[in-house]
């Protein structure tokens, strides 16, 4: 296992290497690796400081505002431009929801911050089983492959 | 990775900090406690837990980073978690340069990797770069992250079959109109009817996955993806259809504080739950699909007054169709530090047929209504939540002749210095079988950032 992944980060780098050969790297400049300013409470709204467009997303700014839509479908977004949450976001910050093995809910984690969009609020252990037989697929993107230690009590 | 390795790993990164220019140091501490009383059953559950995260950058050179975050867990009181009184778990660690153009970077070791369709916890490498002609690639290569959910021979297959994890996706961007992306994901090399002893469940992935974000004039914003199974079933005649999921969204800012969004999925169960380690639950034997639309209406700015009205259709095949609409308030207060918010929804769903002559349909229906009010100002903070839940019928099995249920959360938090934050929550509400029940929470938040300006 050890020499494959070996192997791999060689490919990789080579493969890099060759792009930058070759001139196919964008010579575009990188954005900041952490945001610049400092951010207030609340979700925030990039056009409200920012105009026009993220260069290297070549998206423009507003396609990321926190509205309430980001906050409750941002897969998209992630799954694009993963290095542009990257600078405000620590990856815990997702795993506080995404985690593969945690301690708690996020809602009882996040239990001063009723405003943040954590899921199961309230008693879940119940309440899931309705929203469960409504729509299991909804649960797959967090529990089903990772998440589980918590579910395998009652579920074999 | 075994707990070894973890250790020595750990050491080596922690100690890779030491030349860094700037390191924070972060993490949350919280004992939790409450009584349990499972009929006569009496236990006082006190759980401590403890998150820290380290960010060092400018190690050496200013591109190169250091990124760690872990948990560990411990029952001062009885257990509290099925298996075992102590727990604790990396969730990654992981060393990333990033390169001054084309928003190149490299990562290595364990972290999490969000692409295409991809949301994975890895140990292995990832790149990303920006090529010419709007161009992007990006891959990530490794042994994926196991967890300990089977039983005996169940998890040896499972560790068996998930030896490698393979992923990319190739984008294209056109400024400011959108991107395209196209992803494959491969989760294991050996799939269940390839082993010596064929088994029944196969814990492998091979996907493929379309995503489109589509800006084409400033009201619009488009965005979804598909995905598609790729791997090869024996049974898959039987199943309806390769594509795991199409979930699209589609908003039109009519007006800055005016957004209508609307959304479509549908999920073939075979295809979307392929590679689950919970094979019973989320059951691939399922033939069916999923399918889901819904609208919503934004009004108001998120800086004063909001109201969202939402509607959900969805409808399982085996099961049959909910309806959920409602609404919630929001109203931000900036100056007096006061956020509020109200949410009101109404679940109408289908009969469940069971397999219990004594109650052979029950209702899923229900109400939900959820308040909220956060007070900050200066050192002080304050927070008090309540949600009810009632229920159309009670004598639904999972509800125990209950008819609803309610959580009261209040919490009171003090900033003793601009890098450390202590909180206390008290919580009211009833256990899974109705049992009133009082937790409480002690959280203490710090962060604390060394930064070394002007060399070593």
């Not at chain 1, 070549?58 to 799954?79: C, I, L, M």
């Not at chain 2, 973890?6 to 993490?27: K, P, R």
């Not at chain 2, 073939?268 to 069916?288: D, H, K, S």
Request: glycine share 10%; aromatic share 8%.
């Amino acid at each position: 296992m050890f020499r494959r992944n070996t192997l791999l980060s060689l490919a990789i780098m080579l493969g890099l290497g060759v792009l930058t050969a070759c001139g196919m790297l964008s010579t575009e400049k990188s954005f900041a690796g952490t945001h610049p300013q400092e951010l207030g409470a609340g979700r925030p709204q990039c056009s409200s400081c920012h105009e026009d467009e993220l260069k290297g997303a070549a998206k423009t700014y507003a396609s990321f505002n926190h509205s309430s839509t980001f906050v409750k479908d941002h897969k998209v977004q992630s799954g694009q431009d993963g290095n542009v949450c990257a600078t405000c976001h620590a990856q815990s910050f997702c795993s506080d929801c995404h985690a593969g093995k945690t301690v708690m809910k996020p809602s009882t984690k996040l239990g001063d911050r009723p405003d943040r969009a954590t899921p199961h609020s309230g008693n879940y252990l119940t309440m899931h089983r309705i929203e469960g037989k409504i729509d299991p697929t909804s649960c797959y993107k967090c529990h089903g492959r990772a998440n589980n230690d918590k579910c395998t009590a009652c579920h074999r | 990775m075994t707990q070894r390795t973890n250790v020595v790993l750990l050491a080596a990164l922690i100690t890779a900090t030491a030349g860094a220019q700037d390191v924070s140091v972060y993490g949350t501490t919280m004992a939790q406690m409450w009584k349990q009383d499972i009929s006569g059953d009496k236990r006082t559950m006190a759980p401590a837990a403890q998150y820290l995260g380290i960010d060092a950058s400018q190690l050496g050179t200013e591109a190169l980073s250091l990124h760690l975050f872990g948990w560990g867990r411990t029952d001062l009181g009885d257990q509290s978690v099925p298996g075992s009184k102590s727990a604790g778990d990396l969730t990654y660690g992981y060393l990333q340069y990033r390169f001054a153009e084309a928003n190149a970077e490299i990562k290595a070791g364990r972290f999490g990797i969000t692409q295409g369709g991809a949301m994975e916890q890895v140990d292995g490498v990832s790149a990303r770069t920006d090529l010419k002609g709007g161009f992007t690639a990006s891959f990530f290569a490794g042994k994926p992250v196991l967890y300990k959910n089977l039983e005996g021979a169940a998890q040896k297959d499972y560790e068996y079959q998930h030896d490698f994890i393979f992923g990319t996706r190739l984008g294209w961007r056109m400024s400011k109109i959108g991107e395209l992306g196209l992803s494959y994901l491969q989760d294991g090399t050996t799939a269940a009817k390839d082993l010596h002893v064929p088994s029944p469940v196969d814990y492998t992935r091979r996907q493929m996955g379309a995503d489109i974000h589509l800006v084409p004039i400033s009201i619009i914003d488009f965005t979804g993806r598909t995905l598609w199974d790729m791997a090869k079933h024996d049974e898959m005649a039987t199943a309806p259809s390769r594509i795991a999921e199409h979930d699209y969204t589609l908003a039109v800012k009519i007006a800055p504080t005016f957004v209508v969004t609307g959304n479509f999925t549908e999920r073939n169960f075979q295809a979307y739950f392929a590679g689950t380690n919970m094979p019973n639950l989320f059951r691939q034997t399922e033939l069916g699909k999923h399918r889901g639309y819904g609208i919503n209406v934004v009004l108001g700015p998120a800086s004063a007054v909001q109201v969202v009205v939402d509607y959900r259709n969805t409808k399982r095949d085996s099961y049959g169709e909910a309806n959920r609409f409602g609404g919630e308030v929001r109203w931000t207060i900036p100056e007096s530090k006061l956020q509020t918010g109200l949410g009101l929804h109404r679940v109408l769903a289908d009969n469940v047929i069971s397999i219990d002559d004594r109650v052979p349909t029950y209702s899923l229906s229900h109400r939900e209504i959820r308040a909220w009010v956060m007070y900050e100002s200066g050192r002080y903070s304050a927070s008090l939540d309540g949600i009810r839940q009632s229920f159309d019928d009670k004598h639904n099995p999972s509800l125990a002749g209950v008819s609803s249920q309610y959580e009261f959360v209040g919490s009171l938090g003090a900033r003793l210095t601009p890098s450390i934050k202590l909180s206390g929550d008290l919580s009211l509400g009833a256990n899974p079988l109705f049992k009133k029940e009082v937790r409480g929470l002690l959280r203490a938040e710090y962060r604390f950032s060394m930064a070394r300006k002007g060399g070593k």
